[in-house]
């Protein structure tokens, strides 16, 4: 996850905003840097790697100014280096940028006929050309930063500075999280309150789709179509910690909000956007060779595989074996040098995953792990790692995690089908383009927050609910039962909606609710007709569907939750949200400890 950080002060500040990224190190990153404005011109530093790197630059060319813009870098579109690295220019224009902007191709190559200079490989430059060629048709600094981001599509966070401004930084927030602190005649922007810690503990937090002007004494906070809008001003409790809950309620809430942010990174690790390809990466097996695959893992990751199985037999025709890993080696699977196998955890030291990896390893085969802990023992045992770029998730249900797994093995997916050759290049570059648009809808998604409260709050009443999914949809049932029944201690059970006739369906009357995960996808209409069969019994149905499915689903539904409409692909990872969001405002309602629900542990590190 990219850290940006900016500060409009009273002195020197390159140093302060060095401090300040230091602070958003555990975010990751392989890249930093500073640009400030020195004597009404903008100067800049950058290096690739960690900040020491860049602290040694500043040593041997301090900058100077008392305003200026940092970045820490996730590389995206573009190899890390000093070229790729943020701060970028163009024409007095200088911006950092988190996130992924989705069409940036079209604007590079509209900006390329128009005669502007790309120098880096990054989809961060385009922007800042789109605010240089509006500043040259003549619109004011703020008014050629409007213009731009209306011109945007993806999930993004930005700081803008304009080279003889120094009075003036412009944010912007859609998807990504963006703060504003307030200090005595200065003020910062960060992406977390973290960051802003040394300086101030009075901040705002930006919503999505909200860009700001910042000044040293007044700030000023716009939503997309130019209207003034009012965001609370607060304390900021936690900053001394090294992850607070910013402006959320609970961990999981701001875990479940951060969603966009980190699927975009950690799609950007394993995609080239730019090419329209799964990104190479040293694998302990060839996709092309191997027979089978074997994925074992336990809790929300084993669903994670579960739903991975679909891609890989689908996109890939690799077949394979999916098994919850307390199970695994007791069945004493055969195991062949032929297979590849992978393994899912969110810390790297479940039990009962470590010693499945382990029973692989006896057996000869070459084990790859995704792990969200590079240092964890399953990790340091696995010929290779893939990891989710979650950052730390402290909210015992896993929930960013979860759709950070999603993307790896979706990506890995993709990587397979085409060295399998089950896919086009053609075919390949599409469904790249579809996960790069997953952080997008995620945004999109969390918008729906006041519909899914007011549904939870009927949830919170009752005392069994039934999920029910085809395809996909079918693990992603049974994960929005484990999410409810974690945190809010609601017993509650996930089933193929195919099953419903072979014994659930005893369970139907009128006091249940029976959640229906259903986009309008090749299985839309069998799962209409399992409606149908709950509706007739009674059966309280809330419908989580698309606009098609909503038009289509001709069931009288308690509540239909209305989803963009997704690729198939990425269905799973944007419907993830909407499951995690009932879970969470559900628990809310019945007063559970949301983070450390009763008797679980964030860890399972015992069999």
């Known amino acids: 996850m990219c850290g940006i950080v900016g500060i409009v002060g009273h002195s020197p500040v390159a140093p302060l905003i060095l401090d300040a990224l230091k602070r958003l190190e555990y975010r990751g990153y392989d890249s930093a840097g500073v640009a400030t404005i020195e004597h009404g011109q903008l100067s800049r530093r950058r290096a690739e790697g960690k900040l020491v790197n860049l602290e040694r630059r500043l040593k041997e060319e301090p900058l100077d100014g008392m305003i200026g813009i940092g970045h820490t870098r996730w590389a995206t579109h573009g190899v890390p280096n000093e070229t790729n690295a943020h701060p970028h220019f163009s024409d007095g224009v200088a911006i950092v940028h988190n996130g992924i902007i989705e069409n940036f191709a079209e604007l590079r190559d509209e900006l390329t006929a128009d005669g502007y200079v790309f120098t880096s490989q990054t989809d961060t430059e385009v922007v800042a050309h789109l605010v240089a060629r509006e500043l040259a048709r003549g619109a004011t600094p703020v008014e050629a930063a409007h213009n731009t981001l209306k011109r945007l599509e993806g999930a993004f966070a930005l700081a803008i500075m304009f080279k003889g401004d120094e009075d003036m930084i412009v944010g912007a927030r859609n998807g990504p999280p963006l703060a504003v602190g307030h200090g005595e005649s200065e003020m910062f922007l960060g992406s977390d309150a973290i960051a802003l810690a040394p300086f101030t503990n009075s901040i705002t937090y930006l919503e999505d ?17 130019g209207n003034k809008v009012h965001r609370k001003r607060q304390q900021s409790v936690g900053t001394s910690f090294l992850v607070d809950k910013g402006n959320h309620r609970h961990f999981m809430e701001k875990e479940i909000h951060e969603q966009p942010e980190v699927i975009s990174h950690t799609l950007a690790h394993y995609l080239d956007f730019a090419g ?3 990104k190479a990466f040293e694998m302990p097996f060839d996709f092309a060779s191997i027979d089978r ?22 996109y890939a025709r690799l077949p394979v074996d999916i098994d919850i890993a307390s199970e695994f080696r007791y069945r004493e699977m055969p195991l062949s040098k032929s297979s590849g196998a992978m393994f899912v955890s969110q810390s790297g030291e479940t039990a009962d995953t470590l010693a499945s990896l382990r029973y692989c ?12 802990v590079r240092e964890s023992t399953i990790a340091r045992e696995s010929d290779a790692i893939f990891p989710t770029l979650a950052g730390p998730e402290i909210g015992v249900a896993s929930t960013k995690a979860f759709t950070c797994q999603l993307s790896v093995l979706a990506s890995l997916a993709v990587r397979a089908a085409r060295e399998r050759g089950a896919i086009s290049a053609d075919d390949e570059r599409t469904l790249v383009r579809q996960l790069s648009e997953a952080p997008r809808y995620a945004s999109q998604v969390l918008k729906l927050d006041q519909q899914i409260e007011k549904v939870a709050r009927e949830l919170a009443q009752v005392r069994h609910v039934l999920y029910l999914g085809r395809d996909t949809s079918y693990p992603l049932a049974m994960e929005g039962a484990l999410k409810l029944k974690e945190i809010s201690y609601i017993h509650a059970e996930g089933y193929a909606a195919g099953e419903l006739k072979h014994g659930p369906i005893a369970l139907i009357d009128e006091s249940m609710p029976v959640i229906v995960i259903a986009p309008h996808d090749r299985v839309f209409e069998k799962t209409v007709s399992n409606m149908q069969e709950v509706a007739a019994r009674g059966g309280r149905i809330i419908l989580v569907t698309d606009q098609k499915g909503a038009k289509h689903a001709t069931v ?16 799973p990872i944007v419907y993830a949200l909407p499951i995690q969001m009932l879970a969470y405002f559900t628990a809310v309602f019945m007063g559970t400890d949301v983070d450390q629900p009763r008797n679980l542990a964030k860890s399972v590190t015992v069999e």
């Open 209 to 225: 789709g909200d860009w700001a002007v910042v000044r040293r004494n007044s700030i000023a906070i716009y939503d997309m179509d």
């Open 276 to 278: 329209g390809k799964a």
């Open 293 to 314: 695959l074997s994925i074992a893992a336990c809790g929300t990751a084993y669903l994670a595989g579960l739903i991975s199985k679909y891609w890989f037999e689908r």
């Open 361 to 372: 390893r006896s057996g000869g085969l070459k084990i790859g792990s995704i792990v969200n």
């Open 556 to 571: 009288k539904t308690m509540e239909t939750i209305v989803l963009p409409d997704v690729p198939e692909l990425i269905a």
